[in-house]
């Protein structure tokens, strides 16, 4: 899936670097363990929604203004961005450091990336930054291979006002409470969600969310049970239950009108216009959002069903990846940069920046008004990370987001859906 989601799709303004930036900032050819000088500047390739999307741009800013070293950025747009990395890693002209996806789960995946020989390792200042239990999705051979940006968290971003509109007066808080607000919503003239059911990374991503409770608050080690063979998608319930819930949803008019042929332009103009209350999408989107369209979303949990406790997405969804084929000086300026931004003050800049979540200490006190209503399952530790990124390859993830298209259009059945899963995890 793309690796950032703003909803304020726009042209990204300047000039982009498509294929040319030769690897190698740096100008010295020391060594990256530090014997030798690191260089004075370094280039770094990022993804982007639109112009407005300058998290990672404002940060380096930042670096750059407090240690004259000369960062050139790379913005290369959302949609693609995954294809134009791992084109120029395998081309040999990839910018020296660039944003990477934990674990195994994309085309851009660090351990992937890592044992195709493309990344550079880290050193311990990144590894100590790795959240508890998830050292296996930057780790190749004892080797840490990129350090995480923030926790990001995956939900429904939700407008109150456009709810209250039509009589929904709150987000549900079970299943059942979910219909009946997508009849009210209807009643209303709006759609209780708006998918773009036509890009396999939202139907996807929409899955995702809705497994938070359905599998993994009662089996959080279920991917490493199905690593070890001893589950398998076609045969867990709560998998089955999650693709049923998404047929009930679109059955009982839940998403707009066109659903399955939805793009990201209908979830701009859908939340952006106020004729959905919701949409699934990583919660960094409610912070652009509410900048860019004047509005006060917030970021919910998948309603849970029947005997079921409320859970949520939430994890280390973006890395910092070192160019394996850098100049050694480049790498070693690429490594002080991620030094100095893992330090906490620089950690939180960051995650504001991103309308995300610190990457360690997390505190209803510190977090962004935008995820007050999931704080308390934050704060406790009820989440689980991105399904998807520790399956063993992207085929498994586009059988999901091409299985769910095929629900909505009545092409597929969930059992097929989940025995292409299983197909695809090999």
Do not use: H
């Given at each position: 899936?793309?690796?950032?989601?703003?909803?304020?799709?726009?042209?990204?303004?300047?000039?982009?670097?498509?294929?040319?930036?030769?690897?190698?900032?740096?100008?010295?050819?020391?060594?990256?363990?530090?014997?030798?000088?690191?260089?004075?500047?370094?280039?770094?390739?990022?993804?982007?929604?639109?112009?407005?999307?300058?998290?990672?741009?404002?940060?380096?800013?930042?670096?750059?203004?407090?240690?004259?070293?000369?960062?050139?950025?790379?913005?290369?747009?959302?949609?693609?961005?995954?294809?134009?990395?791992?084109?120029?890693?395998?081309?040999?002209?990839?910018?020296?450091?660039?944003?990477?996806?934990?674990?195994?789960?994309?085309?851009?995946?660090?351990?992937?990336?890592?044992?195709?020989?493309?990344?550079?390792?880290v050193?311990?200042?990144?590894?100590?930054?790795?959240?508890?239990?998830?050292?296996?999705?930057?780790?190749?051979?004892?080797?840490?291979?990129?350090?995480?940006?923030?926790?990001?968290?995956s939900?429904?971003?939700y407008?109150?006002?456009?709810?209250?509109?039509?009589?929904?007066d709150?987000?549900?808080?079970?299943?059942?409470?979910?219909?009946?607000?997508?009849?009210?919503?209807?009643?209303?003239?709006?759609?209780?969600?708006?998918?773009?059911?036509?890009?396999?990374?939202?139907?996807?991503?929409?899955?995702?969310?809705?497994?938070a409770?359905?599998?993994?608050?009662?089996?959080?080690?279920?991917?490493?049970?199905?690593?070890?063979?001893?589950?398998?998608?076609?045969?867990?319930?709560?998998?089955?239950?999650?693709?049923?819930?998404?047929?009930?949803?679109?059955?009982?008019?839940?998403y707009?009108?066109?659903?399955?042929?939805?793009?990201?332009?209908?979830?701009?103009?859908?939340?952006?216009?106020?004729?959905?209350?919701?949409?699934?999408?990583?919660?960094?989107?409610?912070?652009?959002?509410?900048?860019?369209?004047?509005?006060?979303?917030?970021?919910?949990?998948?309603?849970?069903?029947?005997?079921?406790?409320?859970?949520?997405?939430?994890?280390?969804?973006?890395?910092?990846?070192?160019?394996?084929?850098?100049?050694?000086?480049?790498?070693?300026?690429?490594q002080?940069?991620?030094?100095?931004?893992?330090?906490?003050?620089?950690?939180?800049?960051?995650?504001?920046?991103?309308?995300?979540?610190p990457?360690?200490?997390?505190?209803?006190?510190?977090?962004?008004?935008?995820?007050?209503?999931?704080?308390?399952?934050?704060?406790?530790?009820?989440?689980?990370?991105?399904?998807?990124a520790?399956?063993?390859?992207?085929?498994?993830?586009?059988?999901?987001?091409?299985?769910?298209?095929?629900?909505?259009?009545?092409?597929?059945?969930?059992?097929?859906?989940?025995?292409?899963?299983?197909?695809?995890?090999?």
């Amino acid at each position: 899936m793309p690796l950032r989601w703003s909803l304020l799709v726009a042209p990204v303004a300047g000039a982009l670097i498509l294929s040319g930036c030769a690897a190698g900032g740096g100008d010295d050819g020391g060594d990256s363990g530090g014997d030798s000088a690191a260089a004075d500047s370094f280039s770094v390739m990022v993804a982007q929604a639109n112009d407005q999307d300058v998290a990672y741009q404002e940060l380096i800013t930042q670096y750059s203004e407090e240690t004259g070293v000369d960062v050139e950025v790379i913005p290369y747009p959302s949609e693609a961005y995954n294809t134009q990395l791992t084109t120029q890693l395998q081309a040999g002209n990839a910018a020296d450091a660039m944003i990477l996806a934990p674990g195994t789960g994309q085309p851009i995946s660090v351990i992937s990336l890592a044992e195709a020989g493309f990344l550079e390792p880290v050193d311990e200042t990144s590894a100590d930054v790795i959240p508890e239990g998830t050292e296996s999705m930057y780790e190749v051979d004892g080797k840490i291979y990129a350090q995480p940006t923030s926790l990001s968290v995956s939900g429904f971003v939700y407008n109150p006002a456009a709810g209250e509109e039509v009589g929904v007066d709150e987000f549900p808080s079970s299943f059942d409470d979910l219909l009946e607000a997508c009849k009210t919503a209807r009643d209303g003239g709006k759609s209780f969600a708006v998918i773009a059911g036509g890009v396999p990374f939202n139907t996807g991503l929409l899955a995702q969310i809705v497994s938070a409770t359905r599998v993994y608050a009662e089996t959080p080690d279920w991917n490493q049970q199905r690593a070890d063979g001893d589950v398998t998608f076609a045969d867990s319930d709560g998998w089955k239950q999650t693709l049923e819930d998404i047929i009930t949803m679109n059955e009982e008019g839940c998403y707009q009108d066109g659903a399955a042929g939805g793009t990201f332009d209908s979830i701009t103009n859908g939340l952006g216009g106020g004729s959905a209350l919701s949409a699934p999408v990583p919660g960094s989107a409610a912070t652009s959002i509410n900048a860019g369209a004047g509005l006060e979303t917030d970021v919910q949990a998948f309603p849970p069903a029947d005997g079921q406790d409320a859970f949520a997405l939430a994890s280390a969804n973006y890395a910092w990846g070192i160019n394996a084929a850098a100049e050694d000086g480049a790498k070693a300026a690429v490594q002080q940069f991620l030094d100095w931004a893992a330090e906490p003050e620089q950690a939180k800049t960051f995650a504001d920046l991103f309308g995300a979540v610190p990457i360690s200490g997390i505190s209803a006190d510190t977090l962004l008004p935008v995820y007050q209503p999931i704080a308390e399952l934050l704060e406790s530790g009820a989440y689980a990370g991105l399904p998807n990124a520790e399956w063993p390859n992207p085929a498994v993830y586009d059988a999901l987001g091409v299985g769910v298209q095929g629900l909505l259009t009545g092409q597929k059945t969930v059992d097929q859906v989940l025995e292409e899963m299983d197909a695809a995890w090999g």
